[in-house]
Nanobody
Framework: QVQLVESGGGLVQPGGSLRLSCAAS????????MGWYRQAPGKERELVAR???????QYADSVKGRFTISRDNAKNTVYLQMNSLKPEDTAVYYC???????????WGQGTQVTVSS
């Protein structure tokens, strides 16, 4: 079993920045891809960014150029640097990890990001 704990969410003004962290614990060996998803009120959960074991990344079009995902394998931690935040980025952000060999997914509890003036 893998446990994921997000941190770093909060309230920020448009144009501001936040850095989210997600620390994995438990059976963290064989974790492959890690990622961030978000769910805004009344909307479905969507992929924000994901990063493979060796640093390959994928971003939603809406966040390209503004968000950067990274990971520290030694710390079993994935980060999401969010710059130039917009009100439409407001959502609960969830950390996700996929574990080999089955790519079973694990989820954190979510952290609220609110972008408002």
């Amino acid at each position: 079993q893998v446990q994921l704990v997000e941190s770093g969410g909060g309230l920020v003004q448009p144009g501001g920045s936040l850095r989210l962290s997600c620390a994995a614990s438990g059976s963290t060996f064989s974790i492959n891809t890690m990622g961030w998803y978000r769910q805004a009120p009344g909307k479905e959960r969507e992929l924000v960014a994901r990063i493979g074991r060796f640093g390959d990344t994928q971003y939603a079009d809406s966040v390209k150029g503004r968000f950067t995902i990274s990971r520290d394998n030694a710390k079993n931690t994935v980060y999401l640097q969010m710059n130039s935040l917009k009100p439409e980025d407001t959502a609960v952000y969830y950390c996700n990890a996929e574990k080999l060999p089955t790519l079973r997914g694990y989820w954190g509890q979510g952290t609220q990001v609110t972008v408002s003036s």
